[in-house]
């Protein structure tokens, strides 16, 4: 199957400072990746859907300019938390369609943990 | 919008025993993805099954679009096995709608 990387794996961050997340689809190509948030005993929750050449569209209550998307290239989408505070502290995941069909490949997941 | 409702949230068995779990959906779909989350996280998929019958070692799944129903069997359990059980659907964007996930604990 098809295989996506997350990076890092896993952050702590100080309140206030900014941290990137990586997903990358390595052996395909992808015009559209899903940045998930999953909270503790919880199913995911989709926070915005990244397309590549064009500006993401974010779900219902996620703040834009907090969660920075940019789908740099068919391969690579990152995801910025900016000013970070605890309340960010969460399990981020990313997925991706394989393009063949609607079957959808998962990132590892970033932890992340803002102090 | 679609609702999507697994069962039983939570199922506890002895290693080697079976397990059925199941996935309801309140509307036509076009796709339907059963996943294993393991206890660190990662998303495995585990069926790309929006109708029929597909197989992959002990583990097979059922889905019956007309009834708007997919069933997961987990045969001879493994205590690897254990963690949560995720179904998602998708209707034609892409976007996946998740059940809440069905944690299961295989004993030794």
């Known amino acids: 199957g098809a295989v996506v990387s997350q990076h890092p794996s896993r952050v702590i961050c100080k309140s206030g400072t900014s941290v990137k997340i990586e997903c990358r689809s390595l052996?395909?190509?992808?015009?559209?990746m899903f940045w998930y948030r999953q909270f503790p005993k919880k199913s995911l929750m989709l926070m915005a859907t990244?397309?590549?050449?064009?500006?993401?569209?974010?779900e219902q209550g996620v703040e834009k300019d907090k969660f920075l998307i940019n789908h740099a290239s068919l391969t690579l989408s990152t995801l910025t938390v900016t000013s970070a505070h605890p309340e960010d502290s969460s399990f981020y995941i990313c997925?991706?369609?394989?393009?063949?069909?609607?079957?959808?490949?998962f990132g590892p997941g970033t932890r992340l943990t803002v102090t | 919008g679609i609702q999507v409702e697994q069962s039983p949230p939570d199922l506890i068995l002895q290693e080697g025993a079976n397990s059925t779990l199941r996935c309801n959906f309140s509307?036509?779909?076009?796709?339907l993805q059963w996943f294993h989350q393991n206890p660190w996280g990662q998303l495995i998929n585990l069926f790309y099954?929006?109708?029929?019958?597909k197989q992959n070692g002990r583990l097979s799944a059922t889905t019956v679009a007309t009834e708007r129903y997919s069933l997961l069997y987990i045969s001879s359990s493994q205590t690897t096995d254990s963690g949560v059980y995720f179904c998602?659907?998708?209707?034609?964007?892409?976007?996946?709608?998740w059940g809440a996930g069905t944690k299961l604990i295989i004993k030794p």
């Open positions: 997925s991706a369609p394989s393009g063949e069909s609607y079957e959808q490949y």
């Open positions: 052996d395909f190509q992808a015009t559209t």
């Open positions: 990244s397309n590549e050449g064009s500006k993401a569209t974010y």
């Open positions: 509307d036509s779909v076009n796709n």
């Open positions: 099954i929006p109708s029929g019958t």
């Open positions: 998602a659907v998708e209707q034609g964007n892409y976007q996946l709608i």
